[in-house]
């Protein structure tokens, strides 16, 4: 089909249904433009694609963790002061986030019923150290800096999203300026809001809870399940984050490097989009038969980078090892083979929480 552009490379690879379920959305009614990122893989809908349309809308594109992207955070915490077994037992004494009280900031009551909170799946928070910097002068606008820990928070506008999207599952699109499209929009850019304060809350109590309150600093955050008007049409982004906001995040697994990067002005090719992270390798429902004997109850809790996991969860752990995600180093290679990224540094995973 003409209208669908794949951003991949040799070695990237990308599964048959993932790529046919990019055709599906490339053949609705008004899509002028599809896009496949090189994490694209199967879900609902695809994820790390990029539909642009004209005179219409579709909110089961987008799903229901609508605003769901990646915050980048300077902790105040320098590295030589970081305590790795004294942080991992105190994250071991909480099963979950919502243990800890939620203080909402906010004058208006919050729509997110779990506010304060991160979600299951592929969300967590993980505490990240430079690894290495390619471009100092980004790095120094951005206030990235070496000397300290990071956390990187992925998480969404938790049910809020969802019953959003409950209105609108069964429709075939909403006209552009129709009533119902303005209402959705309405809903849509408040599941944005709250979804990015949900991050900041969440940020805010897990220091607070590690003793190290009201230090942190917001260096990036970058949505990736979300509607962007741009001129006449709008950018479903649905696994991509756009690339006209300035550097953004691009993780892989936790047992693997995170990006920081720079888009250039050559984007218009990926509808000025970028990936959001590694994508899926393996369906969560295959990946413990695929490892059970590679690790056990203690191994699977570390990883080859030496950094450690807190989750009490086991099977979402099986879930989401690393080997469940491609190679982040591909994925990049690819966005860089097609001239839509300069790297600015790398950040090595220290501890990832989820709960």
């Not at 490339?26 to 990029?50: E, I, Q």
């Not at 809001?193 to 990036?220: D, T």
């Not at 990006?259 to 250039?264: D, L, R, S």
């Not at 966005?335 to 989820?354: D, E, M, N, S």
Request: glycine letters at 8%; one cysteine or more; proline letters at 4%.
């Amino acid at each position: 089909m003409s209208n669908i552009t794949i951003i991949t490379s040799e070695k990237n690879w990308i599964e048959d249904t993932a790529i046919n379920q990019l055709k599906g959305l490339a053949a609705l009614p008004g899509a002028v433009h599809t896009v496949g990122l090189p994490d694209l893989h199967a879900g609902k809908s695809p994820v790390g694609a990029v539909v642009v349309t004209k005179g219409v809308i579709y909110p089961h594109i987008i799903g229901g963790d609508i605003g769901c992207g990646m915050g980048l955070y300077s902790t105040g915490v320098e590295c030589r002061r970081f305590k790795l077994e004294r942080w991992v037992t105190k994250l071991n004494n909480i099963r979950e986030l919502a243990d800890i009280q939620t203080v909402n900031p906010y004058e208006e009551p919050s729509p997110i019923y779990d506010l304060g909170t991160i979600g299951g799946g592929n969300h967590f928070a993980e505490f990240q150290v430079v690894e290495k910097v390619y471009d100092q002068e980004t790095c120094a606008a951005l206030e990235l800096d070496e000397r300290q820990v990071m956390l990187l928070l992925h998480s969404g506008s938790r049910s809020y999203g969802q019953r959003i999207l409950n209105e609108y599952k069964d429709c075939h699109g909403l006209a552009a300026e129709s009533e119902p499209m303005q209402r959705y929009l309405a809903n849509h850019d408040q599941a944005l809001l709250w979804a990015a304060r949900n991050r900041e809350i969440v940020v805010n109590k897990l220091l607070g809870y590690l003793g190290y309150m009201s230090q942190f600093q917001k260096l990036i955050d970058c949505q990736h399940n979300f509607i962007e008007q741009k001129g006449d049409v709008y950018i479903h982004r649905k696994g991509a984050v756009s690339a006209e906001m300035g550097p953004v995040i691009i993780p892989g697994s936790r047992g693997s490097l995170t990006y920081v990067v720079k888009p250039t002005d050559n984007t218009e090719v990926s509808a000025f989009s970028l990936s959001h992270g590694a994508g899926r390798k393996w369906a969560r429902s295959l990946c413990k038969s695929r490892i059970r004997n590679k690790y056990d109850r203690d191994t699977i809790r570390q990883t080859k980078l030496k950094s450690r996991v807190v989750c009490h969860d086991t099977e979402l752990l099986f879930q989401e090892v690393p080997e469940a995600y491609k190679n982040i180093d591909t994925v990049i290679a690819s966005l860089l083979q097609f001239g839509l990224i300069h790297v600015v540094a790398t950040l090595r995973p220290v501890l990832t929480y989820k709960g």
